[in-house]
């Protein structure tokens, strides 16, 4: 082995949201010296964002290097941070792939939750040395025998192997770092020939550098003024920088193999450096860009949750534009295209990586950008097979053609995994039928807990799922889904008509068994909202020309007769039949105004 890699450790922390892993890494920051305490000015340092402060969760991970003297040796010790929810598992299994080994924390109140599942799981497939940390031990609802016989239960891990922390007080975190340096293998280098090669582990836009790489050397060596390739996309760039993560930027000399650090590029979008691609240069070797070996994992992320962004001004339209492709040079996950509403006017469709990521960037907009902003219900994209034999994706219903155009449509499904305390099995396996679930598998934990496994249609778990779960739990049990692959199912295009006319904005997809439950939900919230006219309003769902369910708005009724007194009824009848004529005439050239309030009540989040 080199000798510069022997003292090298690369790890990163895995846990459940708010299970205490960004309190940890600030103590890993104390106890190295790495960031002296007076400078420690708020908590979660690693996450610098006001919404990961509020929330508890890491959204852009941040690596730090650490440098700590251990039995009379210096070591550099590599914390490579994961983001701390399911819809970034794609981030998080790079961030793995950049590691030899991971910290498996575990909050001591909580026990193991269906993320901590997720990740570990991961962590094992990518062969890293689990080290076992059960945090919180100074809570009063510490229960850390318990957690112990659930980590024995899961992952076969022995109690002696575990180790008990408080990140909080700082209790034991020392013996977590002696852990790293003495089970965690050091780096080893892929070949001797002066090859480059590096994993992108993630990647940022900096306005004065362009985009800073964040790269895990596996052999090789870069320095300033090296040319190097990104192999999925052949860009070819010129080496501003180098340097390691302090955590801020600290320059450096060059970067060695088994090390972690930045490259700065001067690209002027992320999407061209994407996280996963791999930093190569021929060194000894004669071959062309194109004969280079990746290295395994890359994958091009794409949304599979879409929603509409529109502004409640009208006039904000280009400041939201504007605002959209300032977030799109630092997320390479977001998508988005113009879109016209009758009703909301302009505005875009938006892909995401899931329900949170939408959150993050609506967030964010009318945060950091001061907009006022309508957001539809999100859907998901879907394939249709044409009758020609070609297949297309789409992500609006609006661009379903006629049924008599296609074979079929394929939705995407995912695999899901509840955690819940057994006295809820019950209503979880309730739940998730009515959502046209598959049950798989079911596994005890401990005597009280089980994992339940399901299959699912994506668009039955986005909206509203995670909610009934914790109601139906009173909040104990924990979800993580990942998307398998796409399926063929009986879907339909169920379209709203307002006194005849369809209003794309609010046609879905749905499944066909479906249709007529989710039409007459429609069509009653839409008569509540609806303002009443001087004509009868009719609210229809309809497959096609079949109309599957319908709500009547009844029309103003003025009294017409008011200012009679006395007379034959004929004289009534007379002004009522007229009332009657006018109001057909009405009926017939009068057009519905539907205001923004009907859509907010369905569209709005």
């Not at 690596?63 to 700590?68: C, G, Q």
């Not at 280098?189 to 990647?203: M, Q």
């Not at 790269?215 to 180098?242: P, Q, W």
């Not at 209003?503 to 919230?525: R, T």
Request: hydrophobic share 40%; aromatic share 8%.
């Amino acid at each position: 082995m080199e000798n510069h890699l022997k003292n090298i450790r690369n790890f990163c922390i895995i846990a459940h949201i708010d299970h205490g892993k960004s309190t940890l890494a600030d103590r890993f920051l104390e106890v190295t010296g790495t960031i002296e305490k007076r400078n420690m000015k708020h908590g979660q340092m690693l996450d610098s964002m006001d919404l990961e402060q509020e929330r508890g969760i890491t959204i852009k991970l941040t690596p730090v290097r650490m440098d700590w003297t251990y039995e009379g040796e210096n070591y550099i010790l590599n914390l490579i941070d994961t983001p701390g929810h399911v819809d970034f598992m794609y981030e998080v299994s790079r961030s793995l792939a950049a590691c030899e080994g991971a910290i498996l924390l575990i909050d001591a109140t909580q026990g193991i939750q269906a993320q901590t599942l997720a990740n570990s799981y991961m962590a094992i497939e990518h062969d890293l040395t689990i080290i076992p940390v059960i945090n919180k031990i100074d809570l009063p609802a510490a229960d850390v025998p318990k957690v112990l016989k659930e980590l024995e239960n899961a992952f076969g891990i022995k109690p002696e192997d575990v180790i008990a922390v408080s990140a909080k007080d700082g209790t034991n975190v020392e013996k977590v770092l002696e852990a790293v340096i003495k089970r965690v293998p050091a780096p080893t280098s892929l070949n001797e020939n002066n090859e480059i090669k590096g994993l992108i582990f993630d990647s940022v836009f900096d306005s004065y550098r362009g985009v800073v790489a964040y790269v895990r050397l596996k052999s090789g060596e870069v320095k300033r003024g090296d040319t190097i390739y990104f192999v999925s996309n052949r860009e070819k760039v010129e080496v501003l920088e180098v340097g390691y993560f302090k955590p801020t930027y600290f320059a450096a000399d060059k970067l060695s193999s088994g090390e972690v650090g930045y490259i700065v590029t001067g690209l002027k979008e992320v999407a061209q450096a994407r996280v996963g691609d791999t930093v190569w240069s021929p060194g000894n070797l004669h071959i062309d860009i194109k004969d280079a070996v990746a290295l395994p994992g890359y994958k091009e992320v794409n949304p599979y949750v879409f929603a509409s962004v529109f502004c409640v001004d009208g006039d904000d339209y280009p400041a939201l534009r504007e605002a959209l492709q300032k977030l799109r040079l630092n997320d390479a996950a977001l998508t988005f295209e113009p879109e016209q509403s009758t009703a909301l006017g302009q505005g875009f469709r938006c892909g995401f990586l899931g329900l949170l990521h939408l959150d993050i960037v609506q967030e964010r907009l009318e945060r950091e950008y001061n907009l006022n902003l309508v957001v539809t219900a999100p859907g998901v994209s879907h394939i249709l097979m044409y009758t020609d034999g070609h297949e297309a994706t789409i992500s609006t219903p609006s661009q379903m053609p006629d049924r008599s155009f296609i074979n079929g449509v394929k939705e995407p499904w995912a695999k899901l995994e509840v955690v819940s305390p057994k006295e809820y099995i019950g209503e979880l396996m309730e739940l998730t039928q009515k959502r046209r679930g598959i049950y798989q598998s079911m596994q005890y934990i401990n005597e009280n807990r089980v994992i339940l496994l399901f299959e699912i249609p994506l668009i039955s778990i986005i909206i509203d799922f995670y909610d009934k779960l914790k109601s139906i739990s009173s909040g104990y049990a924990s979800m993580n889904y990942e998307m398998i692959e796409f399926r063929e199912e009986d879907l339909v295009k169920l379209d709203i008509l307002i006194a005849g006319e369809k209003v794309d904005a609010l046609s879905a997809i749905v499944h066909k068994s479906e249709a007529h439950y989710i039409g007459g939900v429609l069509a009653k919230k839409l008569k509540e909202v609806i303002p009443k006219e001087m004509f009868e309003i009719a609210i229809q769902a309809a497959i096609g020309s079949k109309v599957v369910a319908r709500e009547t708005i009844s029309a103003y009724k003025k009294d017409v007769t008011a200012k009679l007194y006395g007379g034959d009824r004929t004289r009534k009848d007379k002004l009522l039949n007229k009332q009657k004529e006018g109001k057909k005439r009405m009926k017939q050239v009068g057009r519905v105004t539907l205001p923004q309030d009907a859509f907010m009540a369905i569209l709005k989040k």
